[in-house]
């Protein structure tokens, strides 16, 4: 089977660290993030095949009850997400910049891998909540016309659950702002 990521979002810190831990223990899966963002709120990801990840983040949603507030299981995830996540991705040429801010730490990792799978871009950063109140955002880069197209892609397929704040598509950034970016 394909690799896959499941991602959980909690209301409660305790509770997220005790829904992982069931987690852990009731499917071979691997730890790839676990920890509290804001405001308060705690989230896990994990790695692994396709049905382990599923029973996992079952069990995950059982364990939390009604303090889970999100969770997602996605399938054949792109490599690229992984280096994101970690902001470990390494460009050597912007030739464009794709921002896309969302309202919740799960929507921005959907959105990276969205992106990344519906055109020719590099996928820079998955930047989850940390000190954003709950918030998320996904840098990408490419050629102008690929980094329209991802991001085009990523507001289509996010439009029904209303999770994208504002996107923007910046054409030869200057160098002063990637640097505070990376």
């Given at each position: 089977?394909?690799?896959?990521?499941?991602?959980?979002?909690?209301?409660?810190?305790?509770?997220?660290?005790?829904?992982?831990?069931?987690?852990?223990?009731?499917?071979?899966?691997?730890?790839?993030?676990?920890?509290?963002?804001?405001?308060?709120?705690?989230?896990?990801?994990?790695?692994?095949?396709v049905?382990?990840?599923?029973?996992?983040?079952?069990?995950?949603?059982?364990?939390?009850?009604?303090?889970?507030?999100?969770?997602?299981?996605?399938?054949?995830?792109?490599?690229?997400?992984?280096?994101?996540?970690?902001?470990?991705?390494?460009?050597?040429?912007?030739?464009?910049?794709?921002?896309?801010?969302?309202?919740?730490?799960?929507?921005?990792?959907?959105?990276?891998?969205?992106?990344?799978?519906?055109?020719?871009?590099?996928?820079?950063?998955?930047?989850?909540?940390?000190?954003?109140?709950?918030?998320?955002?996904?840098?990408?880069?490419?050629?102008?016309?690929?980094?329209?197209?991802?991001?085009l892609?990523?507001?289509?397929?996010?439009?029904?659950?209303?999770?994208?704040?504002a996107?923007?598509?910046?054409?030869?950034?200057?160098?002063?702002?990637?640097?505070?970016?990376?």
């Open positions: 089977m394909k690799k896959s990521i499941g991602i959980l979002e909690f209301k409660s810190i305790a509770k997220g660290i005790e829904a992982t831990d069931l987690m852990l223990k009731a499917a071979d899966v691997r730890l790839i993030l676990s920890s509290p963002l804001c405001p308060g709120k705690y989230i896990t990801i994990i790695g692994g095949e049905g382990p990840v599923k029973i996992a983040v079952e069990t995950g949603k059982q364990a939390a009850c009604d303090f889970a507030l999100e969770g997602h299981v996605i399938s054949n995830v792109s490599e690229a997400v992984f280096p994101a996540l970690s902001g470990t991705t390494r460009v050597e040429n912007y030739a464009s910049l794709g921002i896309i801010e969302t309202l919740t730490a799960v929507s921005s990792v959907i959105v990276g891998d969205t992106a990344v799978k519906a055109s020719n871009v590099t996928l820079i950063d998955i930047r989850i909540a940390r000190g954003l109140g709950g918030k998320g955002y996904v840098l990408l880069t490419g050629e102008v016309s690929s980094v329209k197209t991802a991001v892609a990523c507001e289509e397929r996010m439009r029904e659950e209303g999770t994208i704040i996107t923007s598509v910046i054409a030869s950034p200057s160098k002063a702002i990637l640097c505070e970016l990376q």
